[in-house]
């Protein structure tokens, strides 16, 4: 069914305390807004539409890095929810399909709720997803009779006998686009809080002869986020959430409670993942790769058999190819390292190729940054580059290449070629002897000094 999407983030969101709109505080390295727009994607929306109010122009941004195609409208009061919805209607005026109302600061709806509210409409005119909420507290009540709903009541309006109700309101409503605004137009401010309530339109659907049901989800997905106390309940369900997949899709981890996920990890089949591994967003680890523990890996790609760490740092436009190794403290930026290369000690590999099966020895340094640009290195297949080399970029070294241990490589070494750049060693014989014979001496007339 042809559907809207439209996502409200126009409140300041007070009890976090911060100077970021609510709904840019990040869960699992990605902003909450874009959790709910990626929830709304699965429906494939023809028009996703942020109502921002609140630091908009940063509510934009982010919006339009999740989806080029959002358009963000602004709600200059936060005068209700309806009135929040209502800015929407301008884009939407010409259109025959289904609105989708999320809030941005509700980031766990999953697509299989979504898409059995979907069904529900086959039946209804409107949709409201509602839980069994442990502690109904301030949630909306859900009034029902049968799988009718009848009327949403908010908790400050509500009596008794409607606040012991434990089916609450979620926020999410699904309707035709038209009869959602016609009935918004219709909603006033009369009520304990003064707001014009989103919630209203089902009791004048009702008395209009439509129908309204309520589709239900666990308590978990409907969770949303007021403060920073909820901001790290969310990021710890979160992760609970990717870890359980994780294991299920047959990833091993050693010490699940342990592994950090972005929002967007992915782990190909019999991966092993040790303790204490962070993944930032953006990153794709296929099968059979082993992450060894306390790594940290951010907008990379990890092939087939790859081996990387303990503590090994792989950032943004890292490719690892099949089974190369990154050992212990090395940092690999924006690099391709090839099939069975080896990086394997305290380096720094940045703006560069490796070929495949080349080796890397310990302490090497691509100097990538001249401190005003960026420069790659190039360094070819089964290359041996001696410890402690720096590359100096731009500068390429051919296949089969050498460098000796200590070189500061400045120009290009051609393939097959053995390139030293260091101060040649000069040997003094018996100097080694003397020189303790005098230290030694020195230090002995310095004691006697001292008694
Ligand atoms: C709302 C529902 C309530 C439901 C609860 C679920 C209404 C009247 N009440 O209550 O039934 O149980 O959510 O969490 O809809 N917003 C705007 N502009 C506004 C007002 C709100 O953009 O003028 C946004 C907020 O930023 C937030 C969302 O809408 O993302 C919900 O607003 P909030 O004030 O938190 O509603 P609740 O009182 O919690
Ligand atoms: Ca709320």
Excluded: W
């Excluded at 089949?269 to 967003?281: A, H, I, K, Q, T």
């Amino acid at each position: 069914m042809a559907t809207a999407l439209i996502v409200l983030a126009a409140g300041r969101g007070t009890r976090m305390k911060s100077d970021l709109p609510k709904v840019l505080h990040p869960i699992a390295g990605a902003p909450m807004l874009a959790h709910a727009m990626a929830a709304g994607a699965t429906l494939d929306p023809d028009h996703v539409i942020v109502v921002a109010g609140h630091g908009a122009e940063a509510v934009r941004k982010a919006a339009l890095e999740c989806d080029a195609r959002a358009r963000v409208v602004i709600q200059n009061e936060q005068l209700g929810t309806a009135n929040a919805v209502d800015q929407a209607a301008p884009l939407l005026a010409d259109y025959d399909g289904d609105a989708l109302v999320l809030y941005g600061d509700t980031p766990f709806i999953q697509p299989e709720t979504l898409e059995r509210m979907q069904s529900a409409r086959a039946d209804h005119d409107i949709v409201v997803l509602g839980f069994e909420a442990a502690d109904p507290g301030r949630y909306g009540r859900l009034v029902t009779e049968g799988d009718t709903l009848d009327r949403i009541v908010e908790f400050k309006d509500a009596t008794p006998a409607e606040s012991a109700i434990s089916l609450c309101n979620s926020g999410v409503i699904l309707a035709p686009a038209r009869l959602l605004f016609e009935l918004i137009s219709q909603v006033t401010n009369d009520n304990a809080s003064g707001e014009y309530y989103l919630t209203d339109i089902v009791a004048l659907a009702r008395a209009r002869g439509f129908s309204a049901t309520a589709a239900t989800c666990d308590e978990t997905e409907t969770m949303g986020i007021n403060s920073r106390a909820e901001l790290a309940i969310a990021e710890s369900a979160f992760q609970a959430r990717k870890r359980a997949e994780a294991l299920e899709n047959g990833v091993t981890l050693t010490a699940p409670d342990t592994v950090q996920f972005g929002h967007d990890t992915y782990l190909g089949r019999d991966c092993l993942v040790e303790p204490y591994v962070v993944f930032g967003p953006g990153v794709t680890v296929e099968t059979g790769a082993h992450i060894r523990a306390f790594s940290h890996l951010e907008g990379c790609h990890v092939a087939r058999g790859a081996v990387v760490g303990p503590y090994a740092r792989l950032r943004p436009g890292t490719e690892l190819s099949e089974d190369a190794r990154i050992g212990n403290f090395v940092e690999v930026k924006n690099a391709l390292i090839g099939e069975a290369a080896k990086v394997n000690h305290l380096s720094y590999i940045g703006d560069a190729q490796v070929g495949e099966a080349s080796n890397i020895g310990a302490g090497t340094i691509t100097c990538n940054y001249d401190g005003v640009g960026k420069h790659e290195t190039i360094i070819g297949a089964r290359v041996f580059v001696g410890s402690n080399t720096m590359l100096v970029a731009p500068v390429t070294l051919g296949d089969e290449a050498m460098t000796g241990s200590g070189s500061v490589i400045t120009r290009d070494v051609a393939a097959g070629a053995l390139a030293i750049a260091r101060a040649e060693q000069v040997e003094k014989p018996g100097m080694a002897r003397k020189l303790f014979e005098t230290l030694r001496s020195k230090a002995s007339r310095r004691s006697k000094v001292a008694e």
